[in-house]
């Protein structure tokens, strides 16, 4: 209560529980983390401290880091650029459909799935001709023969498959984010514009758009993350293959770790990681802040 | 003339992608009861000639299902029981005692909200293994609790604040303590936000696979998510075997999902809006 004080045990009842579980599993890890990126160490035998070595070897000589640095930033960059198009549904949603609730939870349910789920299924569309994959199929059905790929073994083209499927995935997502925003809208608002002559796109413009902004905001904040954080889905549909060619950080430093057992330098890719986050958040935030400023 | 074709455009456009966001639901059906020639043949709009019910049958045999189903229950259960009551108790400290270090509180929340749960793997297997927890189900519980916290303390901060005072300051001249405020009215008025904290827990709980995948290495512990995946890899005897039991793994998480769905909706906003 802000006007009274309450014993300090109980703000020690309170708070510290769950603030000491988080700390050690969240803020801890990281820190060892930073420790074992200067250490040579493949997870069994003995350690040995190289300083910034792993680093230096992570940035100046690794051929797989640069470009998964690249695509990870591109996901970002995609996932964002999607949030636009769901704003634009929810106030088609919100304008012509009487029940868009239902249809709401409808787009949301690849969101619900597993990614064990959804990349089967993908796995599945993207498959060559061969195997009986769905796109190539429905391709050579409206004579688009010289089309067809073999999506997901094609080094150039594998990683913008998994982006979509991203995309298609957290559609729903941020559809949701932005049609309750699109509902909270009060509607006296409108009714005064339409008696002032502002109605459909131009009340948009005027009134959606900039009162949208906050929660836009947080949207745009949420993809970015979701995206930086990109992971398991990759694990689960390419691995990183073929040769590479669809590494993000996260799967490099996994792979790094967990397949060629170079505990250290795994570290070292998962200490970079987290600083890129922090330094993306706060850019990002600074970024929205300023749009906010300036439309909201 | 002109309204109705842009009217028509928004509803094809709005049928399209209802077929693009359910289809999977569809395909995952019809391919746990195909056969197998008929999941090779590439007919992905086709039902089933004959619809195998067999395939569940041979899928709940030889997947250990009912293991499986009986873990990640038991470790959704524990994780969303601690998310609630550890976040609900932060939110309202953060939230309404007074308190200086409070904002200094949610930072160190809302940072972590930034910190990808894949950098930690190595660092926590490490741990987990040095204090003896790994392969065990604590090894998946404390790591859930504490990356589900950041946006539940979010989330119910958000709507805690916009309670009025008025009850709790009368309590309090009543004599109540701080727990039994907490109990007997914060808890009860917060049931919408902790809705949607226990849907969104339980959506992200309920299908992780790669903590689970690496910290869990024994059969009869592993989680649904991970059993599917192990079940994925290993079995090809039968490909309508392995959508049964995809279809059984997700089963959980969408009729719950349907039932509740509205929920999410409100108390997402609550929080987001005020927070």
């Given amino acids: ?296 | 003339m002109k309204f109705n074709l842009v009217k028509g455009l928004v509803f094809l456009l709005i049928a399209v992608l209802v077929v693009t966001q359910l289809y999977p639901l569809f395909w995952l059906l019809a391919y746990s009861l195909k056969t197998n020639e008929e999941i090779l043949g590439g007919q992905f709009f086709a039902l089933p000639a004959h619809w195998r019910w067999e395939n569940y049958q041979e899928a709940y045999h030889n997947g250990h299902y009912l293991k499986y189903l009986g873990n990640s229950v038991f470790v959704t259960a524990v994780t969303m029981i601690c998310v609630i009551l550890l976040s609900s108790m932060v939110a309202y400290a953060i939230s309404r005692f007074k308190i200086r270090f409070g904002p200094a509180v949610m930072l160190v929340f809302l940072v972590g909200m930034m910190i990808p749960m894949q950098a930690t793997l190595l660092p926590l297997m490490k741990i987990f293994k040095f204090i003896d927890i790994l392969n065990t189900h604590g090894a998946l519980i404390l790591p859930y609790i504490a990356f589900q916290m950041p946006i539940a303390v979010f989330i119910l901060s958000g709507f805690i604040k916009s309670i009025p005072t008025e009850m709790e300051e009368s309590a309090f001249i009543d004599g109540a303590s701080v727990y039994r405020i907490f109990r007997s009215i914060i808890l009860p008025i917060s049931i919408p936000p902790v809705m949607t904290v226990c849907i969104l827990t339980f959506i992200t709980i309920w299908n992780e696979y790669i903590m689970a995948a690496t910290f869990i290495s024994s059969e009869s512990l592993k989680t649904l998510p991970f059993g599917v995946y192990s079940f994925v890899s290993q079995y090809s005897v039968n490909y309508g075997d392995i959508g049964a039991f995809m279809v059984m793994g997700a089963a959980p998480v969408i009729l719950i999902y349907f039932i509740l769905s509205d929920k999410i909706t409100k108390g997402m906003v609550a929080g987001a809006v005020k927070g």
């Fill in chain 1, 1 to 296: 209560m802000n006007v009274l004080k309450v014993p300090k045990l109980a703000i020690g009842v309170f708070i510290l529980p769950a603030l000491i579980l988080y700390i050690c599993i969240v803020f801890i890890p990281i820190l060892v983390s930073f420790y074992t990126g200067m250490l040579d160490w493949n997870g069994i035998g003995e350690t040995k401290f190289v300083g910034f070595e792993n680093f230096r070897n992570l940035l100046f000589h690794d051929p797989v880091f640069w470009p998964a640095v690249r695509r990870t930033l591109l996901y970002a960059v995609a996932s964002m650029v999607e949030i636009p198009f769901c704003l634009i549904m929810a106030v088609l949603l919100n304008r012509y459909v009487r029940k868009a609730n239902t249809l709401v939870s409808i787009y949301f349910t690849p969101v619900i799935l597993s990614v064990v789920i959804v990349g089967q299924l993908w796995k599945t569309i993207y498959n060559p001709t061969s195997m009986g994959g769905m796109l190539n199929e429905v391709l050579t059905s409206v004579g688009l023969q010289s089309w067809t790929h073999t999506w997901l073994s094609e080094p150039k083209i594998a990683i913008y498959c998994i982006y979509f499927v991203s995309l298609w995935q957290y559609f729903g997502y941020h559809l949701l984010i932005q049609f309750t925003g699109v509902q909270n809208i009060p509607n006296e608002i409108y009714e005064a514009a339409k008696i002032d002559g502002a109605d459909g796109f131009q009340a948009d413009r005027y009134i959606t758009f900039p009162m949208i902004v906050p929660i836009f905001k947080i949207s745009i904040v949420l993809a970015f993350i979701g995206s930086l954080q990109s992971f398991d889905l990759i694990m689960v549909m390419t691995a990183g293959g073929p040769a590479h060619a669809t590494d993000v950080i996260s799967t490099h430093m996994y792979n790094s770790s967990f397949l060629s057992m170079k505990y250290g330098y795994g570290s070292a890719i998962a200490t970079f990681l987290v600083a890129l986050c922090l330094v993306f958040t706060i850019f990002i935030n600074a970024v929205m802040n300023k749009v906010e400023k300036r439309f909201g």
